[in-house]
Each structure stands twice: as C-alpha cells, then as structure tokens.
C-alpha cells in the first residue's frame, strides 16, 4: 500500500503481483540459465552447477547457441526453444544482450527473473536499467537485480547463485544488498552452521527489493525471521507502506557521513541520515543490529518460542561469565528470576554442595554433564521460569560437546517450549559444540553480550507483535495556518517571523504560553495587561535580523507596564543602531515559562519526507544530541514511543524535581504533522514543559 492507501508503488504498478510472482522465483518447477557456460571460470557455470548439485527436482534448462548439452543436461538456443513453460530465469549474459533475453522471457510468460550481469546503474547507466524496470513491470515479471549474485531457497533445493554450496538449511532469510558481504557471510553461516532457509543477493534493486521480499517471507511458512544487510533505499515512502508480520533484523552500514557517501556511490541508492533510518525501523517494528555476528546472534534467537513471561535464569559452571550475563541483562532489561528460597528447593540436588542457587545458577567446574542436565531439565520444566540462558567456560575435566549434547537431550524432550540461548567460551572444542547447537537449531555463540541482546530482542518482538494494526494518514492542514503560510509566499520570503509560525503552528493545535505582537510600545502594554502576561520576554521582529541577541533584540522577565514601555523604547534604540540597515516591524511578546526544556521540530529528508523530532532542547541539544524521529504519518501510540526513546527519558518522567506534561507533548508531535507537507523545516526550541502543560516559547518554520 502506498501512503495514500492504495497498493501501487511509486511507477503505478501494483507490488502485490510482484510479491505473488515470487513464488515461480522460490518454488518453480522449471528453471533457465541463460548464458549457462561449459567452462567452469564462468558466472553461468557456476549458476548451473550450483542448480544441479544442490539437487533441485525441477526440470533445468540451460540456454546457450553454442552449445547442446552441459553437465549433462541439454541445452536450447534461446528461452522460446524450451520444450515446456519456464516459471524462473537466471540472466547471466553481457549487458547488451540483457534486454533482448528479458524480451524472450517475457514472450515465453517467465514470471520470475534473477539478472546476475551487472553494468547498470551502479556505473551510471540508470536509463538501461530503467528499460528493464520498464518490461518487467509490462509483464509482471519480478525481477531480481541486476547485478546480483543470484539466491538460494533450502526448502526448495534451488541454489540459483554463483555463491557457495551447501549452504546449512534453516528458518532464517536472509537478504543481502552487497553482493560480495552476501557470499562471504554465507561461508560464515555455513562454518558456524548457522540454518538459512533463503539467501537474497538484491543487486541494484531496479524491481524488487526489501519491501517485496519481506511481505513475500511474511507469507513462507519455511521462514521464522528475516535478516537484511542494507546499504540505502531507493523509494522511501513506498518502504514506509512495508507490512511487518514475523520479526526482521536489519543491519544498516552507511551510518557515519563518510560511510553514507561510499553506500550512495556503491550501490546507486541515498543513505540518508542515520537517526532517520532507525527511525524507520523502530516505526515499522524492525529490530535494528550494528554487527553482522550480532544480527546473526539475534536473528537465530528470534527463532525460539516466544517467552510466557519475563523471568529468566542463568545457569553456569563458572561465577566470572555468570556476573558479565547478569550485567548484560540488568543493561538490557532482561528480568532475573529473583527469589532465593524457590530457587534453592528447585537447583540444589543438580549441582555439589559447594555450588550456588541463586540465579546465576552455579553448578560450578564439578557439576559435570549431569549437573548440566538437570539444571536444563529444572529450568525447561518448571512453569514458573520463561526464558533459560546457559553460559560454559571450557575446563580440562568437561568436553563442551557433552554439554551441548546434554542441552539438545532436555531441549527436545520438553519439545522447545521456551526460549533457550547458550553461550560457550573457550578454544577449538567448544566452537565445535557452538557449531553442534546451532545444526540443532540452538542459539549459541561465543559472546554474552550477543545471547542477551538476542534473548532481549525476543521481547521486544513479543511487545511489537502485540501492537494495535493502525491505519495512520497524515492530517489535513487547517485554513488558517495555511494561509498564513501562503502570505508570506507570495511576499517572496522562505521564512515566517516568529509571530507568524506562532500562528500558524497555534492554528494546527501546538499549545502556545500567552503570546501577542507589537508595533509600538503601549500596543505592547495594552497586550500585556489585557491578557495578563507578565512576566513578558520581548523580541525584536524583522526580516533582516537572524541572530536577534547579537544586536541587543532580546530582553527577559519584564515585569510590569513602566518597564514594558522602557524596555521596548530601548530595544528600538539598540537594535537601530547595531543594525542601521535593518527594516524593524516591532516586538515579539512571550510569556515567561518554567520547566524542563525540550525540542520539536520537523524537516524533509530525501528518501522518507516529513521527520519529525523530538528530544531535550536548549544547549541539551547541542550538546548530547539526544533526540528521535518519525515519519509522517505516525500515530499517538506511535508519538509516546517516540518519546519514550530518547536517553534522558528519566527527566521526563520526573527525575529530581523535573518532570514533563507528556499529553501536551504528544498533542504538539501530533500537530505538527498538519503542515509538515507545506513546509520545509520547523524549530520549536524550546518547548518548554512542566506539570501544567508545555509551551513552544520559540518556534521557526522555513518554507
């Protein structure tokens, strides 16, 4: 759906067809290389004999003039030469002769094409590439690449890629936009014997790309979690329409400003700003990795049960890893189980008398496989505990493999019924044992940190599952404030002055402390008086003044009308003579506020539109930086989020005598979104919020 409710993306093209034709790409049951080579230096070799060897059911056909057979198996002219219908293609010809192969294939009905030749876009040729955008979305083809390196799909034994062999069957997918990171992550995968029940190589996404594939894995019941390595987005507003229904971990590169350029040049997509991608993430219900073992780690946890409920236990063999677990859980908000006596009647006959009960349970170097065994059995059995993370230290007198033997034993018994992630730390034997768990379909790595932040994610997938399905649209803006907006067009400026957006964001519903403007002096007392203001701040209004305070334009806390006079008789005096040239249109009058100071603002990114901000503001926001976004359109659920992301979160919520009226803030992020689209940026800095409400005490729009 795009944001204006419909199912068309940005060419007109309805995605669901797209994302149901890519069922002849993961399931066909015919399939032609086309530029298959007999000689094995070659891309369409490689493809061919990765089809063949994986063992894929599916009639194959190979497509080369020159040829009869290869490997064995026939070979035909052209795509219209085969003998039956051909569901999927692999294009893997020179680039000149791309468009003529996609031609056949659409002659011959192929609904589901992979373009392995590169030579497109990502060296500037956007025009070639556009043509064959242009016939798949004629025929419904969905279409992979160009420039990529092919996929795989384990439940259908299709290896259609130039990538390695053998790849380790599981139930994650995982999409790559680096062709080169995809098949060198895929040999990791296979070294740690991490399962993989697909792996995408997106290329230069002319057709397909992230959206369609998760809304087509949201539907595979071969698939539990989906793990995608991004560089940038083409269409952001259409990847803002992405329905979420199974957990996806991203791994986003491109995050400082250097890596940012290298992604936009690597890949023919914009990066965009970092804080706006997580944005995107957390507002469309993505779990967000920084590394490629922790997004393996999380995606692998993702594919446990989901927990019943928040308590958890630590069972260990050694004290040190057992307190770096806790550590990890307290920072990321996993919940110990944390009572003494229950603990002590269920863990003490598992473990020496010298071993400790209290969570992290200790069954110490001398417990042995058995003592491993029956803690995992107490732990997977016992209702009262929903969550298990088992932790080994390799030692001379235990063989890792035996513990991890022993975890699979109980695991399997009790038929996986919650969440089990493990890690295990020492040398050559216990990597086998990591290897051996994850084969079995059991989290485990060599990093605590990774296990809990797993585990945590398996949480927060619970929280995001749970949320309400809203439909969101970005609100009207009202007449008032758009036809401030319009005035200030047509006289030719790109700025409203500050009575101006106080107008305009004041007619969209952002609250307002008591304000007026002023052209003479006893125009400002007679505001003062008559709407009780004092005390007032004062601030000099014209067009040709930016930085008011330099030239002596802003005075605070007056306090009664014999100062208002003078203050403002003043200012005009300093302010004409440090800025001669300046045209000066009066005061600006604003109440005096107390409270915790924050920031909302809005501004247009390239890829996504309207963000809004929100965080500290002040010289908080110069200095910590602490602040979130979303994309418009977003919700009320969806503005306490926001709020509730940022760091100092605690100081909203009333740390040592600060605190925040958080309704007024979500009425003021949800009325901002009214003129988002007529305007380029807007700065409320501060907001000012306390237990009665909050203020926008100074407000900016651009337009």
Same mark, same amino acid.
């Given at each position: ?507 969209? /519903?952002?609250?307002?402390? +008591?304000?007026?403007?002023?052209? %003479?002096?006893?125009?400002?007392? &007679? @505001? !003062? *008086? ?126 040592? /005598?600060?605190?925040?009226? +958080?309704?007024?803030?979500?009425? %003021?992020?949800?009325?901002?979104? &009214? @003129? !988002? *689209? ?26």
């Amino acid at each position: 759906m795009s944001p204006d409710g419909s199912s068309e993306g940005s060419s007109g093209i309805d995605t669901r067809v797209k994302v149901q034709n890519l069922k002849k790409v993961f399931n066909p049951k015919s399939v032609a290389i086309v530029g298959a080579s007999s000689e094995p230096g070659k891309v369409g070799y490689q493809v061919l004999n990765n089809v063949i060897k994986n063992g894929f059911k599916g009639k194959v056909y190979p497509i080369n003039k020159k040829a009869t057979e290869i490997l064995g198996v026939p070979c035909f002219p052209t795509v219209s030469d085969c003998p039956t219908d051909v569901d999927f293609a692999v294009i893997a010809v020179p680039a000149p002769m791309v468009e003529g192969v996609l031609k056949e294939c659409a002659q011959k009905n192929v609904k589901g094409v992979v373009i392995i030749t590169s030579g497109f876009s990502e060296i500037g040729k956007k025009k070639e590439e556009q043509v064959l955008k242009d016939l798949a979305d004629k025929h419904d083809m969905a279409l992979l690449g160009p420039n990529t390196f092919g996929f795989v799909y384990t439940p259908s034994n299709l290896n259609a890629s130039f990538g390695p062999q053998n790849v380790t069957p599981g139930k994650i997918a995982f999409i790559s936009q680096s062709g080169a990171l995809g098949i060198s992550l895929m040999g990791w995968t296979m070294m740690e014997k991490i399962g993989l029940a697909s792996v995408v190589s997106l290329g230069n996404k002319a057709d397909i790309g992230e959206k369609e594939l998760i809304e087509y894995f949201n539907d595979d019941p071969n698939v539990s979690v989906i793990l995608i390595y991004m560089e940038g987005i083409k269409d952001g507003r259409q990847f803002m329409t992405t329905k979420i229904k199974k957990p996806v971990v991203m791994l986003k590169s491109g995050t400082s400003s250097r890596g940012a350029q290298a992604a936009a040049s690597h890949t023919g997509s914009l990066s965009g700003s970092d804080k706006i991608y997580t944005a995107v993430f957390n507002q469309l219900g993505m779990m967000r990795a920084r590394t490629f073992t922790q997004a393996f780690a999380t995606a692998c946890c993702l594919s446990m049960p989901e927990p019943k409920g928040e308590e958890t236990i630590i069972i260990t063999n050694g004290g040190g890893i057992g307190v770096s677990a806790t550590d990890e859980c307290e920072n990321s908000g996993v919940k110990l189980l944390d009572d003494h006596v229950w603990l002590e009647e269920r863990f003490r006959p598992t473990m020496p008398e010298f071993g400790s009960t209290k969570n992290p349970i200790d069954v110490t170097g001398g417990g042995g496989r058995a003592g491993y065994q029956k803690a995992v059995r107490v732990a997977l059995t016992e209702e009262r505990i929903h969550s298990v993370v088992v932790l080994y230290c390799e030692t001379a007198v235990l063989d890792p493999v035996e513990v991890a033997k022993a975890v699979i034993d109980e695991y399997n018994a009790v038929k996986r019924n919650k969440p089990l992630v493990v890690t295990m730390v020492g040398g050559e034997r216990s990597r086998q044992a990591i290897q051996i768990l994850n084969e079995n379909q059991i989290p485990a790595m060599t990093e605590v940190r990774e296990a809990i932040s797993g585990l945590k994610a398996l949480y927060t997938w619970k929280e995001i599952s749970s949320r309400p399905k809203e439909k969101t649209k970005t609100p009207e803006i009202p007449v008032k404030a758009l036809e401030v907006i319009e005035r200030v067009r047509k006289e030719g400026r790109t700025f409203l002055l500050e009575h101006e957006s106080r107008e305009a964001l004041e007619a969209c /519903g952002v609250p307002m402390p +008591k304000w007026g403007f002023a052209t %003479t002096a006893d125009e400002a007392v &007679k @505001i !003062a *008086e008559k709407t009780q203001m004092y005390p007032v701040a004062m601030k000099i209004a014209s067009v040709d003044i930016i930085h008011k305070s330099d030239v002596g334009g802003v005075i605070l806390n007056i306090k009664n009308a014999d100062e208002m006079r003078a203050k403002f008789n003043q200012m005009m005096e300093t302010v004409k003579k440090n800025a001669p040239k300046a045209k000066l249109l009066g005061v600006n009058l604003c109440q005096m506020v107390d409270g915790l100071q924050c920031i909302v603002g809005m501004n247009k990114d390239p890829q996504f539109g309207p963000a809004v901000m929100f965080g500290l503001g002040g010289i908080f926001v110069e200095v910590l930086k602490d602040v979130s976004f979303r994309i418009v359109p977003f919700s009320e659920n969806e503005a306490q989020r926001l709020v509730g992301e940022i760091k100092a979160k605690k100081l909203l919520d009333g740390y040592r /005598g600060q605190g925040a009226h +958080k309704e007024s803030i979500i009425k %003021t992020l949800m009325a901002i979104q &009214k @003129i !988002a *689209e007529h305007v380029k940026e807007v700065d409320i800095n501060p907001l000012i919020t306390n237990k009665d409400g909050s203020f926008a005490v100074d407000a900016r729009i651009i337009i």
